[in-house]
């Protein structure tokens, strides 16, 4: 398993929230590219981009997406947060980024889903939000009345690049991960996991590589300092 720095980006800022949560801004780095450098420093090479404000339809962060992605090569990003077009799709793949993620349109389109899985094969991640079982959208504002299996069921025959799966609810709280859902989500599903949501500590990480997780999001507790960055690099960088 791989463990991924996040970098959530608002308002041309890195940020961490609690809960997803706008008026909940815990941690703000006014220059992301110094977030990417620090997280390079100790060793990891893969990065989550997720552009806050495009996903609640409050602007863009296109441009620093650009300058995380084009900072050095080698480097692998998946980028997501408001690609809800085909055109978006397009430009997050050509800007440097290995995998685009879609969330809201994906889980409300099914036909356009699998035109851009079936355009771009095994770049498109479509992130599955969870609360509780079900799968949230908008920027997690917006229910869907989807139980978090269907959503896997639907999503099984699409050539993904995998799942991004949040458990809203451990968001930024430093509580542990949910690791029931994730086991559900690894032995129900053919994807790949990037599991997200609530990591707080090395046996969190342990537990989800155990768990069949591919990967591993982590945010707060990187920022904070509550995990030792270098000890997970030398442990679960990929």
């Known amino acids: ?18 809960g997803g949560s706008y008026a909940e801004e815990k941690v ?10 620090q997280w390079r420093r100790h060793g990891f090479g893969t990065f989550h981009v997720v552009d806050l404000d495009a996903a609640l ?4 962060n296109a441009d620093a997406i650009f ?14 947060g408001g690609v809800r077009d085909t055109d978006r799709v397009e430009a997050v793949l050509a800007g440097g980024a290995a995998s685009v993620v879609v ?3 994906a889980i409300e389109d099914e036909a356009w889903l699998a035109h851009i899985a ?11 939000d969870v609360k509780g079982r079900e799968v949230v959208t908008r920027g997690w504002t917006a229910g869907s009345a989807r139980d ?7 999503l099984e025959p699409l050539p993904l690049g995998g799942l991004l799966v949040t458990a809203v609810h451990k968001e930024g709280q430093l509580s542990g991960v949910d690791l029931p859902l994730m086991r559900e989500v690894a032995s129900t599903s053919r994807h790949r996991l990037y599991a997200s949501g609530g990591v707080t500590t090395m046996g969190d990480l342990r537990a989800l590589a155990a768990a069949g997780a ?4 982590i945010g707060m507790a990187l920022y904070t300092g509550r995990l030792d960055a270098s000890a997970v690099a030398r442990e679960f960088a990929g």
Do not use: N
């Open 1 to 18: 398993m791989i463990a991924i720095p996040a970098i959530d980006l608002r308002e041309g800022a890195c940020v961490q929230l609690v």
């Open 28 to 37: 703000r780095v006014d220059d992301p590219l110094e977030a990417l450098k």
């Open 57 to 60: 339809g409050r602007g863009s």
């Open 67 to 80: 300058q995380l992605t084009a900072f050095e090569r080698g480097l692998t990003f998946s980028v997501g």
């Open 103 to 105: 969330g809201t349109r």
């Open 118 to 128: 079936q355009a771009f094969p095994g770049q498109v991640m479509v992130a599955a």
């Open 148 to 154: 978090v299996r269907d959503v896997l069921a639907a």
């Open 214 to 217: 591919y990967g591993a999001v």
